[in-house]
Nanobody, 113 residues
Framework: QMQLVESGGGLVHAGESLRLSCAAS????????VAWYRQGSGKQRELVGQ???????LYEDSVKGRFTISRDNGKRTVYLQMNSLKPEDTGTYYC???????WGRGTQVTVSS
């Protein structure tokens, strides 16, 4: 059974950091692009960034320079390092294996001002 599990969310103050993890099971995702999305309360889910199979990452403008996506294919895990967090980064963060339709259940990130 293919599964993605996000972890690492929490409550932090503005300016602090968090590292989210997305662990896969039942799928060898080394050949896939993996994306991170987020959804704030009352908002649509939006793309945060994605990492290609070869490790090149792309980011949405509002997180460029603050967020970094990396992957460890041996551990079947993708990471989202979030620095200099802002209250507008608050939301539930999801990972997605692009093209497979596989999503995790999300992890909540709350940034207080």
């Amino acid at each position: 059974q293919m599964q993605l599990v996000e972890s690492g969310g929490g409550l932090v103050h503005a300016g602090e950091s968090l590292r989210l993890s997305c662990a896969a099971s039942g799928i060898s995702f080394s050949g896939y692009t993996v994306a991170w999305y987020r959804q704030g309360s009352g908002k649509q889910r939006e793309l945060v960034g994605q990492i290609l199979s070869r490790g090149f990452a792309l980011y949405e403008d509002s997180v460029k320079g603050r967020f970094t996506i990396s992957r460890d294919n041996g551990k079947r895990t993708v990471y989202l390092q979030m620095n200099s967090l802002k209250p507008e980064d608050t939301g539930t963060y999801y990972c997605n294996v692009v093209g497979v339709g596989l999503w995790g259940r999300g992890t909540q990130v709350t940034v207080s001002s």
